[in-house]
């Protein structure tokens, strides 16, 4: 069955009467955005819905304008179909009379029907039962898609019961399983009243149906739980699948991160390690003697001219005093009169040491007990310790005249000492600041390095961000998401095996009870009842695998063709296939549709291979209906293309002219004027595209957006 | 025996008055706070004793002795000499007590007194360590003025971490020490 026509008429944007004539084959229908197509979809929408409601929205605007008043006109669709010889015309309209600028009335919405023979004659009908019975709500369904989300027909549970019930003859065979099944119940049913009836066996037949009976209930607890498992797992490999292209993203970014942490904690080390508190160091570290040396020099000649002249002056004024009063006062002199040391350099403990050992320390000579330089060493320490001891006011003879009353000579001595000794530390000073600052600048050439080294890390990962399409958190995401789902992704693994094994033990323990309930019924029951139900359970079995076989060839018939429309639209490209897997659960048809690669599901194919996908089973399934029903209907696309690139175009318009007995395609594409070829309505592409029939339609101009009344549809025949 | 150093130490060097604003105030910090928060600052000094030391050291290696004039203001310290360096309640500083030695040992050298004169009594104690102060005061004031000259140079000088240091090891030019 074909569209031959379709007349609009005042029916939004199109205004007065505008006739579309289709043919066989590929009819299309190219309009920019805006221009009448999804109107033109609309329209035969509203002409085979039952909903009657804002029919005043409908109304074209510049007919209201345009129209005179009480001159009423029409605002309707008309559709004409081709069935045989036989021309089916169904019209659906409401009628508008305009009374002022803003007021008019309408009437109710009514349907027409005319149906024309082969002869000529023609019978006027019911149209709404007219339209029921030529085109069955349903099947919009499988006839009419708007956009590429209307195309995934097979996502609902019921669809494929649903195109069987529709179109296949396979349906036949439902009725016929489930009345086998009905009889071998009425069986059991009697067998089991006939068993209990015998007093030897009741009691272990009825422990065995309930053993029975509760095994059953927990192996088909199990099998649900099995199947939630299923699921899982394949929401799992979905997950996995889905996010597979970002995983190396995301891994590498997770190394560059790390990466870039390392670093960061490298220089922190060693910024940690930068010591520049010169001026405290200066201070803490004596850093300030650097250049002390000098000075120290000045300071010891000054200290030990002094020294020696006190010394000096000392031994004059005792020597003078001497003569005066005698030898009182004589102190040990040295060889050639020089000036002696102080009397306590060396210190009494030295003195006493040298003495002890018998040696003088300084210039390694031996000084025995008795001799010269022993009884030397000795009087110069007792006379030390002489003048240590406080004088007594007996001792004093008259006035004692001092040349020195102080003597702070001594005391500068010894500080002279202990700064000389620390001599080897100021000289070690210079180096060590030298040490220093080394080591600083070579820290921060290192940390300069690290940073150098850190902006390329940096580089790299945003190259690698900006080349993904995930953000850098999304990645992060991603690598984490993907670890747990791998997690889970085993133990759901794990748990399958489980459950599958407890399955098939359950399976184990239920079948002897089976057994052994029947070789009771068999001993206790009539040969006749249970060779009746041996029968039926035969014939229920025939029927059930039956229906089953048929299913099944059914589905493979549906997916071989689809397969066929598959490699035509995707040729040269895609190499996959489609699988479309059917199974029972819980008495209902599950059909799971799969695009397949390499032997594995494929999980996130692109929006242009998913459409391709499925076109291929709508096309199947119009094959398949109409070599089974004989009969055929046609399909309405509005934009099912807007995913594909020019050369799946050019495949997919081949292929929309062998699918079906007639198919009407709406799209924008190929509506870019040429530049090169001005008398063409169309882009250059579109010459090469293989059809039928092509329509252009386009807002007559001029027109203004703003204003509905200057819209009107055109309607030009290619 | 008598201590000159000792005596010494009990005393509290004056400077030009002048220099707390320009020179004290800015470069060292008195008071309470972490000793790398006074770093933050770019204050590189504790407190004043802190950079009197540090001008001293600086006018002594540069051999930069002004002697500060009668009629100036001067201004001094709440420390007397024996107590610098002494750092024993501060977190992150070492004592530097040893240092006094050296300035003594330095204004000892650098001072015209007679010693012995000193010791014979003629000279009394409290001359000779107003004498040694009075040289501490001028290679201080030295210092400060060389600090002050750098500062109307480059404003910014001090705040590098190494500035100070650097300043006392270019007086190198004027001391051949290696």
């Known amino acids: 069955m074909i569209i031959k026509e379709l007349i609009i008429s005042n029916y939004q944007c199109y205004y007065d009467d505008k006739k579309f004539e289709f043919t066989r084959g590929s009819n299309i229908i190219l309009g920019k955005n805006g221009g009448g197509k999804t109107k033109f979809y609309e329209a035969i929408e509203w002409l085979f819905s039952s909903n009657n409601r804002d029919i005043d929205e409908l109304i074209s605007k510049k007919k209201l304008n345009l129209a005179s008043p009480n001159d009423p006109f029409k605002v309707g669709v008309e559709i004409t179909f081709e069935q045989g010889e036989i ?144 699921k899982e797992k394949r929401t799992l490999e979905e997950n996995i699948q889905g996010v597979e292209k970002h995983l190396d993203n995301a891994e590498a970014v997770e190394t560059i991160k790390t990466r870039i942490k390392d670093i960061d904690e490298k220089k922190k080390r060693l910024e940690n390690s930068i010591d520049e508190n010169y001026t405290t160091a200066l201070f803490d570290k004596n850093w300030f003697l650097i250049y002390f040396e000098n000075i120290q020099k000045e300071f010891s000649d000054k200290v030990v001219a002094l020294s020696n002249e006190r010394r000096k002056q000392q031994r004059e004024f005792d020597r003078e005093v001497g003569i005066k009063e005698g030898e009182k006062r004589a102190t040990v002199a040295l060889f050639r009169n020089v000036v002696p040391l102080p009397n306590d350099i060396p210190s009494r403990a030295i003195m006493e040491e040298m003495l002890s050992d018998e040696i003088c320390k300084v210039c390694n000579r031996e000084a025995k007990i008795g001799s010269d330089p022993y009884n030397f060493m000795l009087q110069r320490l007792n006379e030390y310790i002489l003048t240590q001891k406080p004088v007594l006011e007996e001792e004093e003879e008259g006035d004692k005249i001092e040349l020195f009353k102080n003597n702070y000579t001594s005391r500068l001595v010894n500080l002279e000492a202990a700064i000389d000794n620390d001599l080897i530390k100021v000289r070690s000073i210079y180096q060590t600041i030298k040490d220093q600052l080394e080591f600083n600048q070579e820290r921060k050439n290192e940390i300069d390095e690290l940073d150098r080294k850190k902006d390329k890390e940096i580089e790299d990962l945003e190259n690698i961000i900006g080349s993904s399409e995930l953000g850098q958190d999304s990645l992060a995401h991603t690598f984490k998401n993907s670890k747990g789902w791998q997690r889970d992704l085993t133990a759901v693994n794990i748990k399958i095996e489980e459950y599958e094994k407890s399955v098939s033990e359950m399976r184990k323990e239920l079948s002897p009870k089976k057994d052994e309930k029947e070789a009771l019924d068999s001993k206790s029951v009539s040969t006749y009842l249970t060779q009746t139900r041996k029968i039926l359970r035969d014939i229920e079995t025939i029927f059930e695998e039956t229906k089953e076989n048929k299913y099944d060839e059914f589905v493979k018939q549906l997916q071989k063709t689809a397969n066929d429309y598959l490699k035509k639209i995707n040729v040269g490209s895609f190499t996959g296939y489609i699988e479309i897997e059917r199974r029972v659960f819980n008495k209902e048809q599950i059909v799971e549709v799969n695009l397949m690669q390499d032997g594995e599901i494929f999980y996130h194919p692109n929006t242009s291979l998913q459409t391709s996908m499925h076109l291929a089973i709508l096309f199947a399934i119009s094959e398949m209906t109409k070599i089974e029903r004989e009969e055929c209907y046609p399909l309405i696309f509005d934009a099912p293309t807007s995913s594909f690139d020019p050369i799946k175009r050019k495949h997919f318009f081949e292929v929309l002219g062998d699918c079906n007995e007639q198919t009407i395609l709406l799209t924008k594409d190929f509506t870019d004027r040429s530049e090169n070829t001005p008398g063409l309505l169309y882009s250059e592409e579109f010459v090469n595209i293989k059809r039928n029939k092509a329509i252009l339609i386009r807002l007559e101009e001029p027109f203004d957006d703003e204003i509905l009344s200057t819209i009107n549809t055109q309607v030009i025949n290619l | 025996m008598a201590n000159l150093f000792e005596k010494w130490r009990t005393r509290i060097p004056k400077y030009n008055e002048i220099y707390k604003a320009t020179l004290f105030d800015p470069l060292s910090n008195i008071g309470g706070g972490s000793e790398k928060a006074k770093f933050n600052l770019g204050k590189h000094f504790s407190n004043n004793y802190e950079f009197y030391m540090y001008a001293f050291f600086l006018g002594l290696y540069k051999e930069q002795y002004k002697p500060l004039d009668k009629d100036v203001k001067k201004a001094d310290f709440n420390h007397a000499i024996q107590f610098w360096g002494s750092k024993s309640n501060r977190l992150g500083r070492t004592d530097f007590t040893n240092l006094q030695e050296y300035m003594f040992a330095a204004v000892i050298a650098k001072t015209n007194i007679d010693l012995l004169e000193l010791e014979k009594g003629s000279i009394s104690e409290d001359e000779a360590v107003k004498k040694l102060i009075e040289t501490m005061e001028a290679y201080a004031n030295g210092g400060l003025m060389l600090i002050s000259d750098k500062l109307d140079e480059s404003p910014h000088y001090f705040i590098q971490a190494p500035a100070f240091l650097n300043l006392i090891l270019e007086s190198n030019l004027k001391n051949e020490a290696h």
């Open chain 1, 87 to 230: 021309l089916n015309t169904v019209k659906k309209y409401f009628t508008v009379q305009k009374k002022t600028d803003k007021n008019f009335t309408t009437t109710n919405v009514v349907y027409e029907g005319i149906r024309e023979y082969e002869n000529g004659e023609r019978d006027t009908m019911d149209g709404a039962a007219l339209l029921k019975d030529i085109f069955p709500a349903k099947n919009k369904l499988y006839c009419m898609f708007k956009g590429e989300s209307d195309l995934n027909i097979l996502k609902n549970n019921d669809a494929l019961v649903n195109l069987i019930n529709l179109y296949s003859k396979v349906k036949h065979f439902g009725p016929y399983a489930e009345k086998g099944r009905v009889f071998r119940e009425y069986a059991d049913k009697a067998i089991e009243e006939a068993a209990k009836k015998d007093k030897k066996i009741e009691k272990r037949y009825k422990e065995l149906d309930f053993e029975i009976n509760n095994l059953q209930g927990k192996l088909n607890d199990k099998q649900i739980f099995l199947q939630t498992k299923y």
